[in-house]
């Protein structure tokens, strides 16, 4: 159904989405309202973007990188992603909840600019090499 929008919109969909409900988590005035009101629909959320990227990264690089293009893609983000292990360092100097505004909203937010930059691949050809 939301992917009849597009690959991007639906990223960006998912990423807004996911930030504005990480920047509440620590906000919320108890456990449950926590729980029910943000972690519940941010862990949706967050699960739910990486869906299209199978697809929309097959559509975005020739047969002949189409791997290559992919495994770099995925292994940048693991990378990039190796950086929130400080979320543990800002935790215990700042607290989780400082830790948490931090680290959510900013690589959601990151991810929702990293989206403006990439071109929409509905309805395009898959590029064939040969």
Known sequence: MIYSFGRKPTLLIFGLAHFYLSSLIPVCPSAIARCLCARVPSG???SESFSPMGAFL???FSTRLR???QGFSY???CALGAIFAMA???SARYGAKSAIRVFATTAYLAMVLRTFCLPETRKRELQVDG
């Open 44 to 46: 949706f959320f967050a």
């Open 58 to 60: 097959t559509e975005l």
């Open 67 to 69: 791997g290559r293009g």
């Open 75 to 77: 292994n940048v983000g």
């Open 88 to 90: 543990g360092y800002l």
